[in-house]
């Protein structure tokens, strides 16, 4: 091989991927789990489960019901549908101004022959 050239790798379109869930995934969960364990903290802070703090069974309640919930929601959907689909519900929707009102049953201009 010559000194000009170096080996590339192919696989730059590959997705980043751990149990079926993408990054952006884990980083939801992380966020679940960090409301969580302060829901936990300021309304069961003396409560126990199994000799472990109650702020910690929900954080990995999260945890273990979050990731196989993720894993159906997302099966068959393509990559990056999370994101899409929480920008979808963050921002106004945008509707159609060539489309008919049903509320308004008279016309707002009228012919001037009718006058």
Not at 56 to 69: D, E, F, K, Q, Y
Not at 75 to 95: I, M, Q, V
Request: hydrophobic share 50%; with cysteine.
């Amino acid at each position: 091989m010559a000194l000009t050239h170096s080996p590339v790798s192919r696989n730059l379109n590959a997705r980043v991927m751990y149990l079926g869930l993408e990054i952006e995934d884990f980083l939801l969960l992380g966020i679940l789990c960090v409301f969580a364990m302060l829901i936990g903290q300021f309304f069961f802070s003396d409560l126990y489960l199994f000799f472990l703090p109650l702020n910690w069974c929900l954080m990995l309640l999260v945890i273990v019901l979050g990731v196989p919930g993720l894993m159906l929601f997302k099966y068959g959907k393509p990559r990056g549908y999370l994101g899409d689909l929480l920008n979808w519900f963050a921002k106004p929707h945008a509707y159609s101004a060539n489309e008919r009102d049903p509320l308004i049953t008279t016309e707002y201009l009228k012919d001037e022959e009718g006058i």
